[in-house]
C-alpha cells in the first residue's frame, strides 16, 4: 500500500494507543534492509514505522560523500515505491538528530516537504525526531518549540526527547549508568508547559525510564517502565486530561523482557525502536552464510568460487527474511501483529 497519510499515521498510533498496543519502529540503511522490514510487517499483518538515523542517512548517499539529507530523500524515495507492493501501511519517520545535525539534516527535510505540501501533496515525512537529550531541557524544549510549528504546518508529528538513553546511537552518546537516565514529572511537566497537549501540533514524547540504546549483559541496566504510568498519571490530575495524556515512545528497548515491553505499552508507548536486534538478525544470518559456505565464497588456489553463493542476492534474501523474522517477533511482542488498519 501507499505510505500513510498524515491522518492515517494519525489513526495508527490513535488505534495503538486506544487498543493497547504498539508499533515496531525499525531502522533501515539499505534497499535490503528495508526490504527485510516490509516482508516481516507482512507476515505479521501489521503496520508499522521505517525509519532512518543521520548515520542511516549518510550510508544511503554513499560513504565518500557527505549528503546526508539525500541519502534520506533517498530512503524515503525507496520506501514510498517499494511500499506499494505490499498490502500493510507503513510511516517513516528520521530518527535521532542532535544539535549538530540540524541544519544539514532535520530542517532541510522539513524544508522538502513543505515544497511537497505547498504543491499540494503529502509530507515526505510523517514524523521527524528532535533529540535535544545532549543539552539541557531548557534548551531541547527551546528548539522544539521552534520546530513543532513548521511541523503542524505539513501535518507532521515532532518526536522529543525527554531525559537521557543511555548507550550510543550514530554518534549520541551518554552514560549507561546515569539518574538522567530516568525522567521525571517535573520534567514533563516542563515539556507540556513548552509544547502543550497537541493544540500547538502533536508531538510523541520519549520519556527515559533507564533506557540504553545497544543489548548489555543482564544486571547492567535498569528499566523502570512502571515510571511512564506515574508520570502519566501525575499529569493526568494536574491537568484534568483523560488517562495516558502523552503519546509515548520507547527507546533503547533492544534486549528488553516482554514483561518490561508489556508494562510500558500500558503506560503509553504506541511506538518501539529497534535496531539493533535488526541489525543482529541481519549481519547473523550473512555470517552463517559465509562460514558455512566458505569455499564457495573464494578464488584460490586456481578455483572459481560459486557465483551462486556469493552473489549478493544469494545471500541477501537470507539476511532480509532473517532480519523480518526479528521484526515479527517485535510486532508480537508489541501487540501489533494482525492489527493492521489495511
Not at 132 to 140: F, I, K, R
Not at 250 to 277: C, L, P, Q, R, Y
Request: proline share 4%; with cysteine.
Amino acid at each position: 500500500m501507499p505510505i500513510a497519510t498524515p491522518e492515517q499515521y494519525a489513526e495508527m498510533l490513535d488505534k495503538a494507543k486506544s487498543t493497547g498496543f504498539a508499533f515496531p519502529a525499525v531502522n533501515a540503511s539499505s534497499s535490503s534492509t528495508i526490504n527485510g522490514i516490509l516482508q516481516g510487517l507482512t507476515e505479521a499483518g501489521s503496520d508499522g514505522i521505517i525509519q532512518v538515523t543521520t548515520g542511516g542517512a549518510d550510508f544511503f548517499a554513499g560513504h565518500t560523500v557527505k549528503a546526508r539529507a539525500s541519502g534520506a530523500l533517498a530512503f524515503a524515495a525507496f520506501v514510498t515505491e517499494a511500499a506499494k507492493n505490499y498490502p500493510i501501511t507503513v510511516a517513516l519517520h528520521t530518527d535521532h538528530c542532535p544539535e549538530n545535525a540540524l541544519d544539514g539534516f532535520l530542517y532541510p527535510l522539513i524544508a522538502a516537504s513543505e515544497a511537497e505540501v505547498k504543491a499540494g501533496r503529502n509530507p515526505i515525512f510523517q514524523s521527524h525526531m528532535w533529540d535535544g537529550s545532549a543539552v539541557t531541557l531548557d534548551e531541547n524544549l527551546r528548539i522544539a518549540k521552534e520546530i513543532l510549528p513548521r511541523m503542524k504546518a505539513i501535518n507532521s508529528i515532532l518526536e522529543v526527547e525527554i531525559g537521557v538513553v543511555g548507550g550510543e546511537e550514530d554518534g549520541v552518546e551518554h552514560d549507561v549508568v546515569n539518574e538522567h537516565l530516568y525522567t521525571t514529572l517535573d520534567d514533563a511537566i516542563q515539556t507540556i508547559e513548552a509544547l502543550g497537549l497537541g493544540e500547538q501540533g502533536r508531538y510523541i514524547a520519549a520519556l527515559t525510564f533507564g533506557n540504553v540504546h545497544g543489548v548489555y549483559k543482564p544486571g547492567n541496566v535498569k528499566l523502570r517502565p512502571e515510571l511512564l504510568g506515574e508520570i502519566q498519571a501525575g499529569i493526568q490530575a494536574k491537568y484534568a486530561t483523560g488517562p495516558k495524556p502523552l503519546d509515548l515512545v520507547f527507546h533503547g528497548g533492544s534486549g528488553s523482557t516482554d514483561e518490561e515491553i508489556a508494562t510500558a505499552v500500558a503506560n503509553g508507548v504506541v511506538k518501539m525502536n529497534i535496531d539493533t536486534d535488526t541489525q543482529y538478525a541481519y549481519s547473523r544470518s550473512v555470517a552463517d552464510t559465509v562460514l558455512k559456505n566458505y569455499d564457495g565464497f573464494l578464488k584460490v588456489d586456481g578455483e572459481v568460487g560459486n557465483k551462486k553463493v556469493y552473489d549478493p542476492r544469494s545471500w541477501g534474501k537470507l539476511a532480509e527474511t532473517a532480519l523480518a523474522a526479528r521484526v515479527v517477533e517485535a510486532t508480537k511482542q508489541l501487540g501489533s501483529a494482525g492489527n493492521s488498519i489495511g
